[in-house]
């Protein structure tokens, strides 16, 4: 997998924080603009959040206020920093590399269709988020 997904894989309280990572490897040839998506069982893939190579940030309305996407450019690594964490927060996080995707979020009103991220140049492969009591 082009990119690497980190941070995830623990159960977390409602209210609680988490911070996730995705790292770039050798293989991603462009790591502009970067976007976390998430997928719970049954449920479609939707865009969280995304950051352009400028540090420009864009929420879906359902995280705003409570998600904070960062990157540091030196290190190929962008992350999502999550607090107030709450059930429905509880999915598979995957990262996405595209120079398309902090437009596209911004065009489609955060509601990206299968037929343009399923085109998307990199992902990785998941990191598991649990907010349990």
């Known amino acids: 997998w082009p990119l690497v997904e980190s941070g995830g894989g623990l159960v977390v309280q409602p209210g609680g924080s988490l911070r996730l990572s995705c790292s770039a490897s050798?293989?991603?040839?462009?790591?502009?603009?970067v976007a976390w998506f998430r997928q719970a069982p049954g449920k479609a893939r939707e865009v969280v959040a995304c950051?352009?190579?400028?540090?420009?940030?864009s929420y879906r309305d359902a995280v705003k206020g409570r998600f904070a996407v960062s990157r540091d450019n030196a290190e190929q690594t962008v992350y999502l920093q999550m607090n107030s964490l709450k059930f429905e927060d509880t999915a598979e996080y995957y990262c996405?590399?595209?120079?398309?995707?902090?437009?596209?979020?911004?065009?489609?009103?955060?509601?990206?269709?299968?037929?343009?991220?399923?085109?998307?140049?990199?992902w990785g492969k998941g990191t598991q988020v649990t907010v349990s009591s």
């Open positions: 996405a590399a595209d120079r398309a995707i902090c437009e596209d979020l911004d065009h489609f009103n955060a509601d990206i269709p299968a037929s343009r991220w399923s085109l998307y140049a990199y």
């Open positions: 050798e293989f991603t040839k462009d790591f502009n603009a």
């Open positions: 950051v352009t190579s400028d540090g420009r940030d």
